[in-house]
């Protein structure tokens, strides 16, 4: 954001000599200086492994209406790690030891990764 910031100040610095700023100038600093919001995604994978396949997926957004949304139909990424290539970090792992079943798979939801995001408001062009 820092650089983002330093080039709209260039660029507004020779606006200002010309006295060609305008208001979308001042809009597009709102945006520049608004904090960024979280997006929390829960991934349910097949396995303790950030590569496996996942079996069920949930994100929350706070600008959205309550309640989860399901990204689609398909999973929104191959693995927990292609998500974390994708900019999310991980929060939470799953704990093997609440896993712990004898002979048998665990085939209720998956072992729950939680994963945010912290994103920008977009800016209108």
């Known amino acids: 954001m820092h650089e983002a910031a330093r080039e709209w100040s260039a660029r507004c610095r020779d606006k200002l000599r010309t006295g060609a700023i305008t208001a979308e100038d001042l809009d597009r600093l709102d945006v520049l200086l608004a904090e960024p ?36 139909d398909e999973p929104p990424y191959e693995s927990v790690l292609a998500a974390v290539a994708d900019g999310w970090r991980v929060v939470q792992f799953p704990m093997a030891k609440l896993y712990a079943y004898e002979g048998q798979d665990n085939d209720y939801l998956g072992y729950e990764f939680v994963l945010e995001k912290l994103v920008q408001e977009k800016e209108s062009s």
């Not at 994100?59 to 309550?66: F, G, I, V």
Request: proline share 8%; glycine share 6%; hydrophobic share 30%.
């Open 37 to 72: 919001r979280q997006q929390i995604l829960y991934l349910y994978s097949k396995s303790t492994n950030m590569r496996s396949q996942l079996a069920s997926w949930a994100l929350y957004d706070a600008t959205r209406p309550q309640g989860p949304t399901l990204p689609g």
